[in-house]
């Protein structure tokens, strides 16, 4: 192995550490907390572990949290009242419901529901189209995570190769976004694609959101390039990413470990949302780009 291991819960806990700070001189000046109301919808246990651990992180941080649980089979106009009522509360800066809902709920109608403003997960269609445009809005949390590694681990980006696997709206579209954004040279891979290997391997920086355990195989990657792993798989063999770790990571300059990469990041800048939202609806000024 030479790769080196990119720490996403270190630079996670220091981001976190850095919002805390900002959130005791944001309570002075607002005269409150910033507020997150996370909604989670049936006992999914993976959903569950997640919103416990991003409670656990918004009381770390000093800000409040709201939470609402739903049994599975709550009706979808429920749901939407509860959205309706958090879009209301002056106490509440950001909505996130949880995702997957259940089958017999709209995730489009639902996600829709939420003020683009209050909207820290960055999924409604105005912040994607704010994205899509350059215009300042809401970045989903776990593209804007990978973008902060990457940016700490290489700086400047411009002109470089990126290659993003897989096209949802919450990971692969908005990551292909910011690397536009930050004039990468982006390629977008998903299940159609053809020769994926080859087209890995034109990558300096690869973004692996598939869902597949360790398929995007070590001998796909460029010699230095920098690999970033969205996945998060469970298997027999415990947690896994999309990409072939051990493979990767002895042509790689550097590599995401799952667990400890990109998870702990998203929920960093979940908070980081938090509290950019809490500024701007307060009215108090505040550098986001210097946390
Ligand atoms: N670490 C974190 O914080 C987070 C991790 N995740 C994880 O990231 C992964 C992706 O999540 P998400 O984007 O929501 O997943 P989706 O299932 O919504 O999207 C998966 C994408 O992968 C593509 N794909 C599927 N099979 C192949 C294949 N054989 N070759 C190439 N592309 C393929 C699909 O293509 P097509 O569009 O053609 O179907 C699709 O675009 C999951 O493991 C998820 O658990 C997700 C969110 C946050
Ligand atoms: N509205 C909404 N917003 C989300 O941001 C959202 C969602 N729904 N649904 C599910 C996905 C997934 N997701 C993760 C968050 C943290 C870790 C994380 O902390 N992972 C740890 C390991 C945790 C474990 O052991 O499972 C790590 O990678 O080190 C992973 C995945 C947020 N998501």
Redesign the pocket.
Known sequence: MSADIIDG?AFAAALRARIAGQVETFIAAAGRPPGLAVVLVGEDP??A??VR?KHKAVREAGMEGFEYRFPADVPEAELLALVDRLNADVNVDGI????PLPAHIDERIVTTRIDPDKDV?G?HPVNAGRLATGLHGFVP??PLGCLMLLRDRLGDLSGLDAVVIGRSNIVGKPMAQLLIKESCTVTVAHSRTRDLSSVVRRADIVVAAVGRPEMIRGEWIKPGATVIDVG?NRTAAG?VGDVDFAGAASVAAAITP???????M??AV?LRNTLVSAHRRAQVPFDKDAL
């Open positions: 819960k993976a959903s572990v997640y651990s996130l419901v949880q995702l997960d999924f949390c776990t998060i947690l799952v667990p400890g990469g990109v998870g702990p998203t929920i979940l």
